[in-house]
């Protein structure tokens, strides 16, 4: 069973960024579809962008140009970077995949069969 270890979330300042890293356990997952999600409480879990493993990526229209979504798949680690943070912003977010290269069919939850166990981040002043 593929594990995925989310890491990177904090406390920031609206205005402020943050990196977030995912890494895999699993090598070959990295080619498949995967992406971020993120959750704020007593909301349902939203996804935020998806790159597939062609590499083609997909924004959630809240992102609007602030955060980037990319891979290294030498070290099997996805990353979210995530600029001119608002406190709208504020989530759990984890880390996804699915078992197929593709990101077809959108950026649902339902459609992603492994997922980490998440990291905090806070915007607030």
């Known amino acids: 069973q593929v594990q995925m270890v989310e890491s990177g979330g904090d406390s920031v300042q609206p205005g402020g960024s943050l990196r977030l890293s995912c890494a895999h356990s699993d090598q070959s997952y990295i080619n498949n579809c995967v992406a971020w999600f993120r959750q704020a409480a007593g909301k349902e879990r939203e996804g935020v962008a998806t790159?597939?493993?062609?590499?083609?990526?997909t924004y959630a229209a809240f992102v609007k140009g602030r955060f980037t979504i990319s891979k290294d798949n030498a070290k099997n680690t996805l990353y979210l970077q995530m600029n001119s943070l608002k406190t709208e912003d504020t989530a759990m977010y984890y880390c996804?995949?699915?078992?197929?290269?593709?990101?077809?069919?959108?950026?649902?939850?339902?459609?992603?069969?492994?997922w980490g166990h998440g990291t905090q981040v806070t915007v607030s002043s």
């Open positions: 996804a995949a699915r078992s197929a290269a593709n990101c077809g069919g959108g950026i649902f939850p339902r459609l992603f069969s492994a």
């Open positions: 790159i597939a493993g062609d590499g083609r990526i």
